[in-house]
């Protein structure tokens, strides 16, 4: 199967700040998607991002398939970000790797 | 408001007893997912059915037993579980078939004593 690594695992930030996550996989995919795991553990859509980029508000997502990895921007960072952040692909026979998360803490 | 709902949120059980988790989502999907979630761990796939039919069962053991009456109702029974079987249970739903844009649910919470 697909390898999905999220980087970093854990993030700490002040509100305010922006921050960048990653997640590289190890493979060609059909799609990708960025959630938020909110503290009640429901997986929150993000993007649904096979390539290019994408903008929703503070966030902003940059998928580059020919080089295997994506990008999450959050800016001006808010309390109500603190959670998990999961990346997943879907490969080219419908199968979906999740990567391990960044846990994202954003402290007042 | 989620299109996809999962009940019970949280379920205690012992290792005897026999529960179900029910899922049931309003998108008009036709594929159904059960996820489990462990600490630390990546969403492990359990089952999959798309239209109804089972097309995927992830090497899951019989004491997990799924359910798919029809495209917008998925159950997942419960008999004889094990404490190691404690995790979120996450359902999830696509449109047109396996694959494409996943929808989840709250997840259920299950603790075996």
């Known amino acids: 199967g697909i390898q999905v690594e999220q980087s970093p695992p854990d993030l700490i930030l002040q509100e305010g700040a922006n921050s960048t996550l990653r997640c590289n996989f190890s493979?060609?995919?059909?799609?990708l998607q960025w959630f938020h795991q909110n503290p009640w553990g429901q997986l929150i859509n993000l993007f649904y991002?096979?390539?290019g980029t994408k903008q929703n508000g503070r966030l902003s997502a940059t998928t580059v398939a020919t080089e295997r990895y994506s990008l999450l921007y959050i800016s001006s960072s808010q309390t109500t970000d603190s959670g998990v952040y999961f990346c997943?692909?879907?490969?080219?026979?419908?199968?979906?790797?999740f990567g391990t998360g960044t846990s994202l803490t954003v402290i007042p | 408001e989620t299109g996809v709902t999962q009940t019970p949120r949280h379920l205690v059980m012992g290792m005897t007893n026999k529960k179900s988790l029910k899922c049931e989502q309003h998108?008009?999907?036709?594929?159904m997912y059960w996820y489990k979630q462990s600490a630390k761990k990546p969403l492990e796939l359990m089952f999959v059915?798309?239209?109804?039919?089972?097309?995927e069962n992830n090497s899951v053991p019989s004491r997990f037993s799924p359910e798919c009456p029809n495209s917008s109702h998925l159950f997942l029974h419960l008999h004889t579980l094990q404490p190691e079987d404690s995790a979120l249970y996450l359902c999830?739903?696509?449109?047109?078939?396996?694959?494409?844009?996943?929808?989840f649910g709250e997840g259920s919470r299950l603790t075996v004593l």
């Open positions: 998108l008009g999907h036709n594929a």
């Open positions: 991002i096979p390539s």
């Open positions: 493979d060609s995919v059909n799609n």
């Open positions: 999830a739903s696509s449109y047109g078939g396996v694959g494409g844009e996943l929808f």
């Open positions: 997943a692909v879907e490969d080219t026979g419908n199968q979906f790797y």
């Open positions: 059915y798309n239209f109804k039919e089972q097309t």
